[in-house]
């Protein structure tokens, strides 16, 4: 997560491809089809029992897999005849592991579909137990953060560690590890079930592969596409949260006053406000509320994130300023979240305001710079202008070194089964982004669960979400 309380619970958020026009699944020859995969080692995962793990060994450049191979940790439950085939479950980040999670999401989060599906999971390259970057001063300053922003020696030592490796931590290359691990199983088809950046990369695979999903869920959204250049800067969350805020005081009892107003005085009075924006997507993992006193998780009396800062705004900020020690960002254990492999692929991905991460460093600050100048108030509002260019995101990617930007998926969507589920009290991936994205779902269908945040099948505490997630997939 993006504080030190939880770290290992949370799926965080991120990025857009953009560029190219070569996939993964055109890097191969149609003529001569690669050999199955095979999985290595398979033994029971340790600490999890009725599953059992293996290594996948795949490309580090699926383009050009002369270049060397990487092996990556893979679970499997072992109900190996599930009556309705195999679902490949996605964590978030990028960053987060997925095997780890195995036992939490079939016995205590999902079991209902545990019944009827053989889950399978993948530590993503780049995280995990055998294979996290570790970038040690961006792992300390930001952590599983989307938005504080590091130190440029923070990323510049981030730059040595991954090296001349940068270019080959994007989507597209996981997607291809996707469909390595579904042909070592021997599955033609799957359903996959992203959360977060795993329903990015779950779009992004039935964009590549259509061929072998059945059914997709996405929890969380974020658009595989970003028409509007908009995701780097995060202008759609910034303008969320005057909105879930709003909804959040109306809910009986009323707070009397309007909370979008408050942040907006801090975000201009405040030298914090970054990290005042990175501590409320934050705050919300515990408190969807935004409300609650004493919020599970929390030391008793240090929630009400709202009330807090109505009292800062009224001259006592002791009550905000605490919450914003609480939800410091960074100390993520590397395991539970790779800060290196987050950075990495959001480089690799993203379209910023100076282009790709094909564009010369130098060139950057000039672009960006006329992009702040003139992103409208209402674009950022109840933050400015100056939040969204001071934004984790840009501020990781501005001096990365120039890496390979490769392909874009497809704006549409194939024409399978999609449904796409969000919490309307979502700051990390506001339900506006799941709206983006049913529009590029020919057979897509959105739920919006009321007074829910972010990662429904993971975190909801009532049960509309997950009950929607069971009637499409097991009906």
Same mark, same amino acid.
């Given at each position: 997560?993006?504080?030190r309380?939880?770290a290992?619970?949370?799926a965080?958020?991120?990025?857009?491809?953009a560029?190219?026009?070569?996939?993964?699944?055109?890097?191969r @020859?149609?003529?001569?089809?690669a050999p199955r995969p095979? =999985?290595?080692?398979?033994?029971?995962?340790? &600490? !999890? /029992? $009725?599953?059992?793990?293996?290594?996948?060994r795949?490309?580090?450049?699926h383009?050009d897999?002369?270049?060397?191979?990487?092996?990556?940790?893979?679970g499997? @439950?072992d109900?190996?005849?599930?009556?309705?085939?195999? =679902?490949?479950?996605?964590?978030?980040?990028? &960053? !987060? /592991? $997925?095997?780890?999670?195995?036992?939490?999401l079939?016995t205590?989060?999902?079991?209902?579909?545990a019944?009827?599906?053989?889950?399978?999971?993948i530590?993503?390259?780049?995280?995990g137990?055998?294979?996290?970057?570790?970038?040690?001063?961006?792992?300390?300053q930001? &952590?599983?953060s989307?938005i504080?922003?590091?130190?440029?020696?923070?990323?510049?030592?981030?730059?040595?560690?991954?090296?001349?490796?940068r270019?080959y931590y994007?989507?597209?290359?996981?997607?291809g590890?996707l469909?390595?691990f579904?042909r070592?199983?021997?599955?033609?088809?799957w359903?996959v079930?992203?959360?977060?950046?795993?329903?990015?990369t779950?779009?992004?695979y039935?964009a590549f592969?259509?061929?072998?999903?059945s059914?997709?869920?996405?929890?969380?959204v974020l658009?595989?596409?970003?028409?509007?250049?908009?995701?780097?800067?995060y202008?759609?969350?910034?303008?969320?949260?005057g909105?879930v805020?709003?909804d959040?005081?109306?809910?009986?009892?009323?707070?009397g006053?309007?909370?979008?107003?408050?942040v907006a005085?801090?975000?201009?009075h405040?030298?914090?406000?970054?990290l005042?924006?990175?501590?409320?997507?934050?705050y919300?993992?515990?408190?969807?509320?935004?409300?609650?006193?004493?919020?599970?998780?929390l030391?008793?009396?240090?929630?009400?994130?709202?009330?807090?800062?109505?009292?800062a705004?009224q001259?006592?900020?002791?009550?905000?300023d605490n919450?914003?020690?609480?939800m410091?960002?960074?100390g993520?254990?590397v395991?539970s979240f790779?800060?290196?492999?987050?950075e990495?692929t959001?480089?690799?991905?993203?379209l910023?305001?100076?282009?790709?991460?094909?564009?010369p460093?130098?060139?950057?600050?000039?672009?960006?710079?006329?992009a702040?100048?003139?992103?409208?108030?209402?674009a950022?509002?109840?933050f400015?202008r100056?939040t969204a260019?001071?934004?984790?995101?840009?501020?990781e990617?501005l001096?990365?070194?120039?890496?390979?930007?490769?392909a874009?998926a497809?704006?549409k969507?194939?024409?399978?089964p999609?449904l796409?589920?969000n919490?309307d009290?979502?700051?990390?991936?506001?339900?506006?982004?799941?709206?983006e994205?049913?529009?590029?779902a020919?057979?897509?269908k959105?739920?919006?669960?009321?007074?829910?945040?972010h990662?429904?099948q993971?975190r909801?505490?009532?049960?509309?979400?997950?009950e929607?997630?069971?009637?499409?997939?097991?009906g």
């Amino acid at each position: 997560m993006r504080s030190r309380l939880s770290a290992a619970l949370v799926a965080g958020l991120t990025m857009t491809l953009a560029g190219g026009t070569a996939t993964a699944a055109s890097a191969r @020859s149609p003529m001569a089809p690669a050999p199955r995969p095979g =999985l290595a080692n398979p033994h029971p995962c340790d &600490g !999890q /029992p $009725g599953f059992t793990c293996a290594t996948l060994r795949v490309p580090l450049d699926h383009r050009d897999p002369a270049k060397g191979t990487l092996d990556l940790q893979v679970g499997m @439950s072992d109900n190996t005849n599930a009556p309705k085939g195999t =679902l490949l479950f996605l964590t978030g980040g990028p &960053g !987060q /592991p $997925g095997v780890p999670f195995l036992t939490r999401l079939t016995t205590q989060r999902l079991p209902e579909l545990a019944k009827n599906y053989r889950f399978v999971m993948i530590d993503q390259r780049g995280t995990g137990q055998f294979g996290a970057i570790d970038c040690p001063k961006m792992q300390a300053q930001v &952590g599983s953060s989307d938005i504080a922003p590091p130190t440029r020696d923070a990323v510049a030592e981030c730059a040595g560690v991954v090296g001349d490796k940068r270019s080959y931590y994007t989507t597209e290359e996981t997607v291809g590890d996707l469909d390595m691990f579904r042909r070592a199983l021997g599955t033609p088809k799957w359903v996959v079930d992203g959360v977060s950046y795993g329903s990015f990369t779950a779009a992004n695979y039935a964009a590549f592969f259509p061929g072998h999903v059945s059914k997709v869920v996405l929890d969380s959204v974020l658009p595989h596409k970003d028409p509007n250049h908009e995701q780097m800067l995060y202008t759609t969350g910034q303008k969320a949260v005057g909105r879930v805020l709003r909804d959040a005081c109306t809910t009986a009892p009323a707070c009397g006053y309007d909370p979008a107003k408050d942040v907006a005085y801090l975000a201009r009075h405040r030298k914090d406000a970054v990290l005042l924006w990175d501590m409320l997507v934050s705050y919300e993992f515990f408190d969807p509320s935004y409300r609650d006193p004493n919020p599970p998780a929390l030391p008793a009396g240090t929630g009400d994130v709202i009330g807090a800062m109505h009292a800062a705004r009224q001259g006592d900020p002791a009550r905000l300023d605490n919450l914003m020690k609480l939800m410091a960002p960074g100390g993520d254990p590397v395991a539970s979240f790779s800060a290196g492999l987050h950075e990495a692929t959001i480089c690799g991905d993203g379209l910023f305001p100076w282009g790709t991460s094909e564009t010369p460093v130098a060139q950057r600050p000039a672009a960006l710079e006329y992009a702040r100048r003139h992103l409208p108030v209402s674009a950022t509002w109840p933050f400015t202008r100056d939040t969204a260019a001071g934004g984790g995101f840009i501020q990781e990617c501005l001096t990365w070194p120039v890496a390979r930007h490769t392909a874009e998926a497809k704006t549409k969507l194939p024409p399978v089964p999609i449904l796409l589920v969000n919490g309307d009290r979502d700051l990390s991936t506001p339900m506006e982004w799941a709206k983006e994205e049913l529009a590029n779902a020919p057979r897509g269908k959105l739920v919006i669960v009321k007074g829910a945040s972010h990662s429904i099948q993971n975190r909801e505490r009532g049960t509309q979400g997950r009950e929607a997630v069971y009637a499409f997939l097991n009906g």
